[in-house]
């Protein structure tokens, strides 16, 4: 006789699309300072990554990040007397931290893991929605920037897959900088901020 099923248990729900000026506000926001933060970083990495193929991968992750956050920043809400500047904030302790820890990694491994692994997958992640935003500029211009990230995202991690092949110990690097990443931004903030009670001044 078959066992009964196990009974069911509400899972983790999908976050809904920014629906108001102060949610699409806090996220684009947060957006654009992701994007502003992989162009520096990644572009940092160029004179100091030996590995030819990655080099030529940062650079390239650097100018694409680089491009969709100019693009999104023009698309931040702009009601008077509000700064749009002022929407574009580190949105938590923890996304500081991993992108302090990002700018220091030495090895390869250790970058590829954290960018790919932790900070796309997540800013992919945050912009499935997309689609449901009720203003159609923000939401095709995050379409735009999924697309493209999403496949260095893919490009980084065939990357950091040879790279391991090539020496096992990067395996331990790799895992060991994207369980630090992925434990700030769960223990301590994550990608996107809490919604304001009011604009920023």
Do not use: K, N
């Amino acid at each position: 006789m078959a066992a009964d099923p196990l009974p069911t248990v509400p899972g983790p729900a999908l976050p809904a699309a920014p629906a108001t000026m102060l949610e699409l506000g806090a996220a684009l926001g947060a957006d654009v300072w992701w994007c502003e933060q992989l162009f520096a970083v990644a572009g940092g990495w160029v004179a100091t990554t030996p590995e030819g193929a990655i080099r030529i991968h940062g650079a390239e992750l650097s100018r694409v990040a680089g491009e969709h956050a100019q693009v999104l920043r023009a698309l931040l809400p702009r009601p008077a007397p509000v700064d749009p500047v002022a929407w574009v904030t580190p949105p938590s302790d923890a996304a500081t931290d991993v992108v302090a820890e990002l700018a220091e990694a030495t090895e390869s491994s250790a970058r590829l893991a954290v960018v790919h692994r932790v900070v796309l997958s997540r800013l992919l992640a945050g912009w499935a929605p997309a689609g449901g935003l009720s203003v159609a500029g923000p939401a095709r211009a995050l379409r735009h920037a999924r697309a493209d990230l999403a496949d260095l995202r893919d490009e980084g991690e065939a990357l950091l897959q040879a790279l391991v092949a090539t020496d096992p110990r990067h395996l331990d690097a790799a895992h060991a900088a994207a369980r630090r990443a992925e434990g700030l931004l769960v223990t301590r903030g994550g990608m996107r901020p809490p919604v304001p009670s009011a604009p920023p001044i």
